[in-house]
């Protein structure tokens, strides 16, 4: 059954899945030497860095108020709740 388009399942759709594979087999990895895949993947790391949106100096301050409150929290919440346990431990076993 085929449309207006064609159909997947024609021997043409087929041999054009079949080149593809065959062309791709050996990849680009293996014609490159070490050093050429380590400057490539440097130039990658760079390219990646470019893209990234840095935040300004009054959100990096926000920021990292914002980490150091809520870790002063955590810190306060972890060392009520050993006092706690502590305590609980030494009426239980005496």
């Known amino acids: 059954m085929t449309d207006a388009v064609g159909s997947i399942d024609t021997p043409d759709a087929q041999d054009e899945v079949s080149e593809s594979k065959k062309a791709r087999k050996g990849g680009k990895r293996a014609k490159k030497g070490p050093l050429k ?28 108020t914002v980490v150091i409150f809520f870790v002063a929290i955590m810190i306060a919440l972890v060392t009520v709740i050993d006092y706690g346990l502590n305590h609980a431990a030494k009426y239980v076993f005496g």
Do not use: D, G, H, M
């Open 37 to 64: 895949r380590l400057a490539t993947f440097y130039r990658q790391i760079i390219a990646e860095l470019r893209k990234v949106v840095w935040p300004t100096r009054n959100q990096l301050t926000s920021y990292t």
